[in-house]
């Protein structure tokens, strides 16, 4: 995965390219690491309140300034345009065409022709000091990502932002520590977390019974007292069954949507966390764990394969019970 060199995240702010970084992190040179590490792998710093579990004010409507409107982030303008309690307040982009082009997304849709941000490639800056924003939404290139969300939640906006949410273990504590600091949140948004049967997954279990499912290398399900012993059925006999309810509930309104109609769910389910005042489903240490693997992995290659501990960006907090907050929507 490429650094680049042209925003003041970690890496790039030294003007070190990848293989710098590798070697670096490798030697244990201090130049991104520059914490002490405990023998776990947890960073033995604390800093302000955890953000696990973490309730705002409910807001009736979430206003959205989107960073960054290619491919993606256009894909994202579309959806929340069909989420109800959202306006779409700001565009920012360094393409004049693309704000201009999601400028008139939402205005056909009937809202308030949303203020342009393209001065350039920190005019984000500008569009997260107004003051009437609650969201600010980031897909831009890997590199701006940090600066967006910093930037974002200094202002006292929530951040979101598209994947990864940083390239450097340094960049995921930096984002850990504002969110704490800001009491923002800052959501890495996973749009594989949201699909049915999950992606990505060899087996796993399903919530209720002795049964494992699987998406590859075909849908396959097996529920002990049902299925045949030593046998596989298709996923779908029991689809109607076992889906999960927040899929089965947003089926309908997802289809179409980017990624299968992931890209749908994620957008809706953080519109409905921020507008419950509810802790999201990814929050900032599922986000800076699962980017962590950026840097890891090219330090673990350095090393021939070997295995690394993962920051424990939560400091212990994992070790208490924390609700599984899309099922706990689910009930409420
Ligand atoms: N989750 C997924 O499945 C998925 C799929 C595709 C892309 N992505 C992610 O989405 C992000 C964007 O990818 P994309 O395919 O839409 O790329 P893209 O090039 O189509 O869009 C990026 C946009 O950001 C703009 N931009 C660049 N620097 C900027 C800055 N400083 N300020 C404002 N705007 C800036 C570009 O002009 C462009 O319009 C990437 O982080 C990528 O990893 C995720």
């Not at 203020?115 to 569009?127: C, Q, S, T, V, W």
């Not at 504002?178 to 977390?193: A, D, G, L, Q, W």
Request: one cysteine or more.
């Amino acid at each position: 995965m490429p650094f680049r060199r042209d925003s003041d995240s970690t890496a790039s702010m030294r003007g070190l390219n990848r293989r710098e970084v590798i070697r670096l992190g490798a030697l244990g040179a201090g130049g991104l690491m520059i914490r002490p590490i405990s023998a776990t792998g947890s960073m033995t710093h604390r800093t302000e309140a955890t953000m696990l579990d973490f309730h705002d004010r409910p807001m009736d409507v979430v206003r959205i300034g989107f960073v960054g409107v290619g491919l993606q982030g256009t894909s994202h303008v579309e959806n929340f345009l069909k989420i109800d309690g959202v306006e779409i307040v700001a565009i920012c982009d360094i393409v004049d065409d693309r704000v201009a082009r999601a400028q008139q997304l939402v205005v056909d849709t009937g809202q308030k022709k949303p203020k342009g941000y393209r001065r350039g490639p920190r005019d984000f800056e500008r569009l997260c000091d107004r003051s009437d924003l609650d969201l600010v939404f980031c897909s831009t290139p890997w590199e701006w990502h940090v600066p967006v969300c910093a930037a974002a939640m200094e202002n006292g906006k929530h951040a979101a932002t598209e994947v990864p949410m940083a390239l450097t273990v340094e960049d995921c504590w930096r984002l850990v520590e504002i969110s704490e600091r800001t009491r923002r949140h800052c959501v890495m948004m996973e749009n594989c977390n949201t699909s049915s049967p999950r992606p990505y997954s060899r087996d796993y279990l399903i919530q209720g019974t002795r049964g494992l499912a699987r998406k590859y290398p075909e849908p396959r399900i097996y529920i002990e007292g049902r299925s045949d012993p030593h046998r596989w059925d298709p996923v779908e006999e029991y689809l109607e069954e076992y889906d999960h309810p927040v899929w089965r509930r947003l089926e309908a309104a997802s289809a179409g949507a980017g990624h299968g109609g992931m890209d749908f769910i994620e957008d809706f389910r953080l519109v409905e966390s921020l507008s419950k005042g509810r802790p999201v489903d990814m929050d900032v240490y599922d986000g800076a764990m699962m980017s962590a693997v950026v840097e890891l992995s090219g330090r673990s290659i350095e090393k021939g394969g070997e295995p690394l501990a993962f920051p424990d960006f939560t400091r212990g907090g994992w070790k208490s019970a924390r609700p599984l907050e899309i099922m706990r929507n689910e009930r409420a």
